[in-house]
């Protein structure tokens, strides 16, 4: 498999629900991002890991835990999310984080309905 | 910091037209400019970026993109267009000024009539 898959593509989880999404980078990466992607809006960078360390956090709630066991995963972990919380979260891994002219490769993200 | 507008939410050609669609951007330092393409259900893909040397970068799928500092501009354009070319399009900035986060635009829907 090559590329950056994205698991589960489709969540729905009520407002007192845990659950995680899984992110894989198959391109010999090493950094990671999440993003937020709600219609109308650009896009919200959540998190950075760049050689598994976290390097960004752009004031994201506490609701949202991500975790980066290694260069190829990217979890995210969700609890108590509120309805505004619904949208595509994608996933992108680039050569290093924030580097010069790394371009970032997306997988095909989670759609997120938080009810 | 650095940021990025797309002054156009949509744009209409048809098929076999010259297609442009615009970015502007603002930076402290030098730019690093790219452009992204988001179809349907699907992740953004990667077209093509400006790091330095030539302003006229060529991409995937036919693309081309024109960097103009002066103007501080990178607009995307494509000679004939294509009605599988729809879709949503992004700019992105980089600035190699610090806080060297990736910026994006909120998107240029693009839609190729046959």
């Known amino acids: 498999e090559t590329g950056v898959t994205q698991t589960p593509r489709h969540l729905v989880m009520g407002m007192t629900n845990k659950k995680s999404l899984k992110c894989e980078q198959h391109l010999g990466h090493n950094a990671m991002y999440w993003y937020k992607q709600s219609a109308k809006k650009p896009l919200e960078l959540m998190f950075v890991?760049?050689?598994?360390?976290?390097?960004e956090n752009n004031s994201v709630p506490s609701r949202f835990s991500p975790e980066c066991p290694n260069s190829s995963h990217l979890f995210l972990h969700l609890h108590t999310l509120q309805p505004e919380d619904s949208a595509l979260y994608l996933c992108?891994?680039?050569?290093?984080?924030?580097?010069?002219?790394?371009?970032?490769?997306f997988g095909p993200g989670t759609r997120l309905t938080v009810t | 910091a650095q940021s990025v507008a797309q002054p156009e939410d949509q744009v209409n050609v048809a098929e076999g037209n010259p297609l442009t669609v615009k970015c502007t951007y603002s930076?402290?330092?030098?730019?690093?400019l790219f452009w992204y393409v988001q179809y349907p259900n699907r992740g953004l893909q990667f077209l093509l970026k400006?790091?330095?040397?030539?302003?006229l970068v060529k991409g995937s799928y036919g693309f081309e993109a024109e960097f103009n500092k002066s103007q501080t501009s990178f607009h995307l354009k494509k000679p004939s267009a294509l009605v599988s070319d729809s879709a949503l399009y992004f700019c992105a900035v980089r600035d190699d000024w610090g806080g060297n986060d990736m910026r994006f635009g909120a998107g240029t829907r693009l839609t190729v009539k046959p």
């Open positions: 400006y790091i330095t040397g030539d302003n």
């Open positions: 930076v402290s330092g030098n730019p690093y």
């Open positions: 890991y760049n050689f598994k360390e976290q390097t």
């Open positions: 992108a891994s680039s050569q290093e984080a924030q580097r010069e002219g790394y371009e970032q490769y």
